[in-house]
């Protein structure tokens, strides 16, 4: 998130978090003691996961009066990774194509919150290295985006994942809230405030997409999701990432349906992204 306001017309500086901005945040949230650790979501063996793989593509959709841009893909083919700078923001990579150029990604999304010192706010593990700590409290770090050694990958609730689970992982990003889970919608989403989005979607088997929307609250795009997804697919599981003056996406050209770039001018730099690439 920002570490300074920006006077704008009302709907582009809108928060896009249920919770107060992690603008004043100096550190991250104390953690609490571990429940037992569940096993996280499952993969579900349906039909796209039983089927050719499918290769990555622009999927874009108006759906209950919201614009989503993104990429489709199957992760059999392709794969996310968290591109992390411990320099801070804007230290290695200018913006999510940078990112993406720097790391052979054939898109990107901005990922993560974090503190206005920089730091991350919550757990990120890129290539097996951590950052930040582990988010235990906040609603910005009760979901859990994560690929396993095997490259297994899944969105699951910090409740079930715990510490334990998060330190196996290759890859891991700590974010929220959760806005679908299961098929259904998060219920207790704020409701008022818009704010550009940048989401990730998963339909519990090997089919993903990773973009932003138009501005809206975080209830709407809930129920919104659990209804339809934006590339076809019912959207099994759906993780809210950093939006606001934070969201951004970069496709390429080798991607039907690119190139793209959604990049707003008044944007600022991030601390991380998600970096979509052939495996």
Do not use: Y
């Not at 990429?71 to 200018?94: C, E, I, M, Y």
């Not at 730099?269 to 495996?279: A, D, E, G, K, T």
């Amino acid at each position: 998130m920002r570490a300074a306001f920006v006077f704008l017309p009302l709907w582009f500086v809108a928060a896009c978090t249920p919770t107060p901005s992690p603008r004043g945040v100096t550190s991250a949230p104390p953690v609490p003691k571990l429940a037992a650790v569940v096993p996280p979501v499952p993969v579900v063996e349906n039909e796209a996961s039983s089927g050719p793989a499918e290769d990555a593509r622009v999927a874009t959709a108006e759906l209950s009066g919201i614009a989503f841009e993104g990429v489709a893909f199957d992760s059999r083919k392709h794969r996310l990774t968290v591109v992390d700078q411990p320099g801070g923001p804007g230290s290695l990579h200018a913006d999510a194509a940078a990112a993406a150029t720097a790391h052979g990604g054939i898109a990107a999304v901005n990922a993560g919150f974090f503190t206005p010192e920089g730091a991350p706010l919550g757990l990120v593990i890129s290539s097996g290295k951590a950052a930040g700590s582990w988010n235990g409290a906040s609603s910005l770090g009760s979901g859990i985006w994560h690929e396993d050694t095997a490259g297994r990958s899944a969105i699951s609730r910090r409740g079930s994942f715990g510490r334990a689970g998060a330190a196996a992982m290759r890859e891991l990003l700590q974010a929220g809230p959760l806005l679908v889970e299961n098929g259904s919608a998060v219920g207790g989403l704020e409701a008022t405030k818009t704010s550009a989005r940048t989401i990730l979607l998963w339909d519990g088997g090997r089919r993903w997409w990773i973009g932003r929307s138009s501005p809206c609250s975080l209830a709407v795009i809930a129920t919104t999701l659990a209804q339809r997804g934006p590339a076809g697919w019912p959207v099994r599981q759906a993780l809210n990432l950093d939006g606001g003056r934070s969201s951004e996406l970069w496709v390429s050209p080798a991607v039907p349906g690119g190139p793209r770039q959604q990049r707003p001018v008044w944007n600022r730099p991030v601390r991380n992204f998600l970096v979509l690439s052939p495996r």
